[in-house]
């Protein structure tokens, strides 16, 4: 694999990219055009409240049907990228919050309804076969063929990408070695295992050294080896000069891989900058409290950063100071009763995900978005996170809490 | 045109690979018209009078079958193709529809032209004694060929249109049931005269007359043109129809 030149200049540049899908239905539009509106996340905290409450009674299967199938989705409002040569770039949101669509839209598979990208240099829709020579793209579904081995996949790709066929052949080997595939390549890839597959799929997006690789969720599903392994791969990729754009859920990802991370929600982007940068966001720790009743829970929880009312436990924001943090032990609890255990966390990229992601309706991580999905915590988690720790119960509250504007 | 000749012949590597991977689909594909023909000359044949030996008469008409049951594994492999990501790779290396469509196509033709050559194998151990000159079985060939082409590009448009793989070899049966008013195992004239206009005219009557015809050596008159006259359209309609759904499924 040669290395490309690091030249200087931007590798993906997007101004106001806008998509939406379906058409618009005026009778549905008006029954629920006030409670599914939260799709664009500009309504205040009532209107989001609503959303939630709407969405909760009709539950999530009819919800996505609605919004599916019978009117338009907003899936990205105006997105802005820029992206350096030869940086690792992730694009970090929950499910349905926009990335895949992104993805394809920068890698020409479908079209922008407004806004422009460049991509490599060129423009995505009026030089698209310049970007697809420039590009390649492994996606969420595995695009190798079960029924051929390993070693025929590349081939194939090798030839497709215009290689003779000794070059094919050449280039092939190559890639199986790179991606320690080479015990396996004569093994037909439905036997290989997630973690090989994956590995395969990636290979065969470089066959044609494309200067700027997108990665669509690539280590979902994958255990925690395979995980570390693929994250090897992208640093390779990423030292040998090639741009990396991926798109995660795993905040950990992001912050192990990404020079820049770009959150997304709701097609909007919240937050942008270093993994650091984005941590500094949010205080820099999170004092976790466990409360002795339910008054003083309901008193502290709308302040909280984090919050679970199974445990009792909220979340409240500090720089860890022992100064500060004994000023706010006082401050929350005056009289020493209501406080029965405190820990210290630093702050993960999963506190700022949560923060960003919950205040980005109001654009403050504040505290009438946290009483609202309190209550839609309590009232979705109820039976099903009784095992779930006080993280995840959170985080599934505010998953819920986005399914009405899901795409 | 060189590129796309490569890309489809890359392509046509990989639908015979696949092929051969697939190995239930395609014993089926070709042991069925054997199992058909051996049902139509043993159990029914003796009850036809076509004015010659059944198996003579019948082996075209099962050469069409063999066509029919190969277009139904085309169908499924191209719809399998448009469910998986292998399509957006395809597209993200700036490689259309056409090539994608025309791998499968002549991986089709391949097995068919194996099929075919079984079903004759197996005829000709059953008493089929062909009476045909070097040129009238090159002819016959060339006729069959373009049907199979043309009935392998139909079915690749059954597996664009198909939402599921399950769904695309459904609509290949009215294929296989086409030969069945024709003239391919029973005489025209022996069915009812509301259905004469119709076994008459349709595709594969023509195709069927002209393989009869010079595979025995009798004369053939139109039927040949008639029947390329039909292939060439079939052709040019799913040619068509392919390309605008391909865009329409993979965008």
């Known amino acids: 694999m040669s290395p490309h030149a690091v030249a200087d200049g931007l590798a993906i540049e997007a101004t106001g990219l806008e998509k939406a899908y379906g058409k618009p239905d005026r009778r549905l539009l008006g029954k629920a055009g006030k409670g599914r509106g939260g799709g664009n996340g500009e309504e205040g905290a009532g209107g989001r409240a609503t959303a939630r409450a709407a969405g909760q009674a009709a539950g999530q299967g009819a919800g996505q049907d609605a919004g599916q199938t019978s009117r338009r989705t907003t899936v990205l409002c105006g997105i802005d990228l820029r992206v350096p040569r030869g940086t690792v770039f992730a694009l970090l949101g929950p499910n349905g919050a926009g990335k895949t669509t992104a993805v394809r839209i920068l890698a020409t598979l479908t079209t922008a309804d407004r806004g422009t990208a460049r991509v490599a240099g060129h423009d995505v829709v009026t030089e698209r076969r310049r970007v697809r020579r420039a590009i390649s793209l492994t996606g969420q579904f595995a695009a190798v063929d079960e029924k051929q081995t390993g070693e025929e996949n590349l081939r194939m790709m090798a030839r497709l990408s215009g290689l003779s066929r000794a070059d094919a052949k050449r280039r092939a080997a190559e890639l199986l070695d790179t991606f320690q595939l080479t015990a396996a390549s004569r093994r037909l890839a439905g036997t290989y295992s997630g973690g090989m597959r994956r590995r395969l799929d990636l290979a065969a997006g470089l066959v044609g050294e494309p200067e700027v690789v997108f990665l669509d969720e690539p280590t979902t599903g994958l255990d925690p080896r395979s995980r570390q392994e693929l994250w090897q791969v992208v640093r390779g990729l990423s030292a040998r000069g090639v741009t990396v754009f991926l798109t995660t859920q795993y905040l950990e990802e992001a912050d192990q891989l990404a020079d820049r991370i770009a959150v997304l929600d709701r097609g909007r982007l919240v937050a942008e900058g270093t993994a650091d940068e984005l941590k500094t966001r949010v205080a820099g720790h999170r004092l976790d409290l466990v409360l002795a009743d339910e008054a003083a829970y309901r008193r502290l929880a709308p302040r909280a950063v984090h919050h679970s009312a199974e445990t009792l436990t909220v979340g409240l924001p500090t720089d860890g100071t022992a100064a500060e943090v004994r000023a706010l032990l006082d401050e929350v609890d005056p009289h020493r009763t209501d406080v029965i255990r405190f820990t210290l966390h630093s702050a993960t990229l999963d506190d700022v995900f949560l923060a960003l992601t919950e205040g980005a309706g109001t654009g403050e991580a504040g505290t009438g978005q946290a009483t609202t999905s309190t209550s839609g915590g309590t009232s979705t988690s109820g039976g099903a996170a009784t095992t779930a720790t006080t993280t995840t119960a959170t985080a599934a509250a505010s998953d819920d809490g986005k399914e009405p504007a899901r795409v | ?251």
């Open chain 2, 1 to 251: 045109m060189s590129e796309l000749l490569a890309h489809s012949t890359a392509l046509a590597g990989r639908g015979l690979r696949l092929s051969r991977r697939n190995v239930d689909a395609v014993i089926t594909a070709m042991l069925l018209p054997v199992i058909l023909m051996l049902l139509f000359v043993y159990f029914f044949g003796g009850a036809i009078d076509t004015g010659t030996r059944y198996v003579t008469y019948v082996v075209p008409g099962v050469l069409i079958l063999c066509a029919g049951f190969g277009s139904s594994t085309t169908a499924v492999s191209v719809s399998d193709d448009m469910k998986g990501g292998i399509i957006d790779r395809f597209r993200s290396l700036d490689i259309g529809g056409a090539p994608v469509l025309a791998g499968h196509v002549a991986a089709s033709v391949v097995r068919n032209l194996i099929s075919t050559t079984l079903v004759l194998g197996v005829a000709f151990l059953i008493g089929f004694r062909p009476d045909t000159s070097p040129g009238a079985a090159l002819a016959a060939a060339g006729v069959l060929i373009a049907f199979i082409t043309a009935v392998s590009w139909l079915s690749a448009v059954a597996g664009l249109l198909a939402r599921t793989p399950e769904a695309a070899g459904g609509f290949t049966f009215f294929v296989m049931f086409l030969p069945y008013p024709s003239s391919a195992f029973v005489p025209i004239d022996t069915m009812p005269s509301w259905l004469h206009g119709f076994a008459e005219h349709q595709p594969v009557t023509p195709v069927i007359e002209s393989l009869r015809g010079l595979l025995l050596g009798q004369s053939v008159g139109s039927a040949p043109w008639i029947a390329l006259g039909w292939c060439a359209g079939l052709l040019v309609v799913s040619l068509a129809l392919s390309g605008v759904l391909f865009r329409r499924r993979a965008a």
